[in-house]
């Protein structure tokens, strides 16, 4: 009975002392979390003050990389009301890039895109290799530059490393694409071409 007892005991004091821990665990990552929202907080706020002079704002929330996977990879995204016109847009650090960015610039970037450089590369690849399967040209968050899809139909003829080469010619030096990823493949066939500049 006495050795029963005394197992009961200790049985519930393990019990005790697990969730105990289990609370101090929480404890400390809540601490832990709470110090790197500051700091999430504090390089918004360095940001907006380099690069957003001009508007007056409000810290709305943090969120979690999950929360909003469109724009890139981070930890801590910070939601910004602009005071003056109630848009609300994202701050964070991109741990891939090393570098802060924002939702406001990210879709200034893919609008840019969509409005003056994909018809200048449709144009110009139509009028120098022909019809395409598919050109696909969009901001790429994951690399931090655009990237450049030209996909051909497999009955296509085959373009040659000099094809590409004056192709990047043109994103380059006429249309001023100073950094892109380029694609160029068929469907269905192994001939391709790649570039990261």
Same mark, same amino acid.
């Given at each position: +009975?006495?050795?029963?007892?005394?197992r009961?005991?200790?049985?519930? /004091? $393990?019990i005790?002392?697990?969730?105990?821990?289990?609370v101090l $665990?929480?404890k400390?990552?809540?601490?832990?979390?709470?110090?790197?929202? *500051?700091?999430?907080?504090?390089?918004?706020? @360095?940001?907006?003050?380099?690069?957003?002079?001009?508007?007056?704002?409000?810290?709305? *929330?943090?969120?979690?990389?999950?929360?909003?996977? @469109?724009?890139?990879?981070?930890?801590? /995204?910070?939601?910004?009301?602009?005071?003056n016109?109630?848009?609300?847009?994202?701050?964070?650090? *991109?741990?891939? +890039?090393?570098? +802060?960015?924002?939702?406001?610039?990210?879709?200034?970037?893919e609008?840019?895109?969509?409005?003056?450089?994909?018809?200048?590369?449709?144009?110009?690849?139509?009028? @120098?290799? /022909?019809?395409?399967r598919?050109?696909?040209?969009?901001?790429?968050?994951?690399? /931090?530059?655009?990237?450049?899809?030209?996909?051909?139909?497999?009955?296509h003829?085959?373009?040659?490393?000099?094809?590409?080469?004056?192709?990047?010619?043109?994103?380059?030096?006429?249309?001023?694409?100073?950094? $892109?990823?380029?694609?160029?493949?068929?469907?269905?066939?192994?001939?391709?071409?790649?570039?990261?500049?």
């Open positions: +009975m006495k050795n029963g007892f005394k009961l005991i200790y049985i519930f /004091g $393990a005790i002392i697990f969730f105990l821990l289990i $665990a929480f400390i990552i809540g601490i832990l979390n709470k110090k790197d929202q *500051d700091e999430a907080i504090k390089q918004t706020q @360095h940001y907006l003050a380099e690069n957003y002079q001009d508007i007056s704002y409000e810290i709305q *929330d943090i969120l979690s990389s999950t929360d909003f996977k @469109h724009y890139g990879y981070f930890e801590h /995204g910070v939601t910004v009301e602009n005071t016109t109630k848009d609300t847009f994202l701050v964070f650090y *991109d741990k891939k +890039m090393k570098r +802060m960015e924002d939702s406001i610039n990210i879709d200034q970037e609008e840019h895109l969509e409005r003056e450089i994909t018809p200048q590369i449709e144009k110009f690849i139509k009028e @120098h290799f /022909g019809d395409t598919y050109i696909y040209v969009s901001y790429d968050v994951a690399i /931090g530059k655009p990237l450049v899809v030209v996909k051909f139909n497999e009955n003829s085959d373009l040659t490393q000099t094809d590409f080469d004056t192709f990047i010619t043109y994103l380059k030096e006429t249309i001023d694409l100073k950094h $892109a990823n380029v694609i160029v493949d068929y469907w269905t066939r192994d001939l391709s071409f790649n570039l990261e500049y």
